[in-house]
């Protein structure tokens, strides 16, 4: 299976900390995609990383990327309330979503 | 440019029925995508398709099938509702779809959240 799987499950920081989540995969990929979902809604594009980088940055959002683990992660720095939701990673042809990691940041 | 518009929003049906859900895509995207999102499964691909072809598809049983018309909008259809059907559905699209190799942005509805009792 190509399907992400993100890390932890669920994360609870305070305004202001970084939060980090993981996403495994176990097949090679092209690239892989991370998005945010706030509750109940659709899922927003965050960003895009090939499998020829390692680190990507979008703002207060750093992405990771370990072809040799099959792992990415996922930092957001200083947090805020509005970061809110579920994070999901995404492979191969953007159909493979993992479980989501759902991030609460209390003000 | 308009979003991704799902109709209808929110859906109530009883076991054995059958349900139609509707997608609009974004302007000039030829690829649309459906999702079944439940709290235990996350998210799950059910098909993918790119002018009015279906392109790829999920897991899922026979009783979830759809299409999609000239114009790109696209339908899914669930037959013999159950009740483990009971799930918000996304769908999703793009330019190119799996064509882009993963490549591309999936632009996401705000979702049809269907219960069957």
């Known amino acids: 299976s190509q399907q992400g799987e993100e890390d932890p499950q669920a994360l609870s920081i305070q305004e202001g900390e970084n939060a980090t989540m993981n996403c495994s995969y176990k097949t090679s990929i092209n690239n892989l995609q991370w998005y945010r979902q706030n509750s109940g809604r659709g899922l927003v594009h965050l960003i895009l990383?090939?499998?020829?980088?390692r680190e990507k940055h979008s703002g207060r959002l750093r992405v990771t990327l370990d072809t040799s683990k099959k792992s990415s992660s996922l930092l957001i720095t200083a947090s805020r309330a509005a970061d809110t939701a579920s994070y999901f990673c995404?492979?191969?042809?953007?159909?493979?979503f993992g479980t989501g990691t759902s991030l609460t940041v209390i003000p | 440019k308009a979003g991704v518009t799902q109709t209808p929003r929110y859906l109530i049906k009883t076991r054995g029925q059958q349900v139609t859900l509707s997608c609009s895509p974004i302007s000039g995207h030829r690829s649309v995508s459906w999702y079944q999102q439940t709290p235990g499964q996350g998210l799950q691909f059910l098909f993918e398709y790119f002018s009015e072809t279906q392109r790829n598809k999920g897991n899922f049983p026979g009783r979830f099938s759809g299409r999609q018309f000239s114009n790109s909008r696209s339908e899914m259809n669930v037959s013999t509702l159950e009740l483990g059907d009971s799930a918000l559905y996304l769908c999703?699209?793009?330019?190119?779809?799996?064509?882009?190799?993963?490549?591309?942005?999936?632009?996401f509805g705000p979702g049809t959240r269907l219960l069957v009792l």
């Open positions: 995404a492979t191969g042809n953007q159909f493979y």
């Open positions: 990383i090939r499998s020829n980088e």
């Open positions: 999703a699209s793009s330019t190119m779809g799996s064509l882009a190799g993963g490549q591309e942005t999936q632009y």
